[in-house]
């Protein structure tokens, strides 16, 4: 037995190794089947395991716990089932989810990135605050040009929480250079709580700020959310259950 699995492990069949005592035997065909179909579908549970701890989501979600309502607007020739099939991740196209605070923004960009590292791409994933930091602090340290490669590997960008802190020129630039990396070369997620025409607050340049938009709009799906905050009304909620339950 542990010459099987030496010979196993020579030919990287860590999983076989760990695994084929306890698949049942009917017969041969269906036995090596099996332990073959182990050793792959495990392989591919530990490359998905791997590919969300390398995103750095800040919490993960699922397609399938999402509430898809009607103040979520799609775009008229693009459908819900287009999303969530990740059919702009194939066209190196981006999506851009645009609203107020709380109206399941990041969770619908996370839930997209998760399904995207399932199917076996690579995501990564900021918010744009920590991004712009790791940017000025590669520039200082001189290693910027590392952190872009490690960029540059991912299949699809997410960037978070756009418009909720203004840039310094410095960081709106180096940022801009990192989206214009992006540009027909991998499919980016922003999500953003300021329509376009108020971008201009956060990274201080007109010009810029045209160039940057010109490039996410382009080959772009523009989703629109117009309802109140889920975590507003959540909050309302409890505080309505306790205010009756006390009276």
Same mark, same amino acid.
């Given at each position: 037995m542990a010459d099987l699995k030496e010979i196993c492990k020579s030919l990287y069949l860590a999983y076989i190794a760990d695994g084929f005592e306890a698949i049942p035997f009917e017969n041969k065909e269906q036995y090596l089947h099996d332990v073959l179909m182990l050793?792959?579908?495990?392989?591919?549970?530990?490359? !998905?395991? +791997?590919?969300?701890?390398?995103?750095?989501?800040r919490e993960l979600k699922w397609l399938k716990d999402y509430e898809w309502n009607e103040a979520i607007h799609l775009?008229?020739?693009?459908?819900?089932?287009? !999303?969530?099939?990740?059919q702009f991740l194939k066209g190196k196209q981006n999506l851009l989810l645009l609203g107020s605070s709380g109206t399941g923004k990041t969770h619908l960009a996370t839930a997209?990135?998760?399904? %995207?590292?399932?199917?076996?791409?690579?995501?990564?994933?900021?918010?744009? %605050?920590?991004?712009?930091?790791?940017?000025?602090?590669?520039?200082?340290?001189?290693?910027?040009?590392?952190?872009?490669?490690?960029i540059d590997k991912c299949d699809l960008l997410i960037l978070d929480e756009v418009g909720y802190i203004p840039f310094q020129k410095q960081g709106a630039e180096?940022?801009?250079?990192i989206i214009?990396?992006?540009?027909?070369?991998?499919?980016? !997620?922003?999500?953003?709580?300021?329509?376009?025409?108020?971008?201009?607050?956060?990274?201080?340049?007109? +010009?810029?700020?045209?160039?940057?938009?010109?490039?996410?709009v382009h080959h772009a799906h523009v989703v629109?959310?117009?309802?109140?905050?889920? +975590?507003?009304?959540?909050?309302?909620?409890?505080?309505?259950?306790?205010?009756? !339950?006390?009276?």
């Open positions: 050793e792959v579908h495990s392989r591919q549970a530990t490359k !998905i395991t +791997r590919l969300l701890k390398k995103a750095k989501f775009p008229a020739t693009t459908t819900k089932e287009d !999303i969530c099939d990740l997209l990135g998760v399904k %995207a590292c399932e199917k076996g791409h690579e995501v990564r994933f900021f918010r744009v %605050a920590d991004l712009v930091g790791k940017l000025e602090e590669a520039l200082k340290e001189g290693t910027l040009e590392k952190l872009k490669r490690q180096l940022l801009f250079h214009a990396d992006c540009y027909e070369h991998k499919s980016v !997620i922003v999500t953003s709580n300021l329509e376009f025409g108020q971008w201009n607050r956060v990274f201080g340049d007109n +010009r810029l700020t045209t160039a940057l938009v010109d490039r996410l629109a959310f117009t309802g109140e905050s889920y +975590r507003l009304k959540n909050a309302l909620s409890s505080v309505s259950t306790v205010v009756g !339950i006390e009276g």
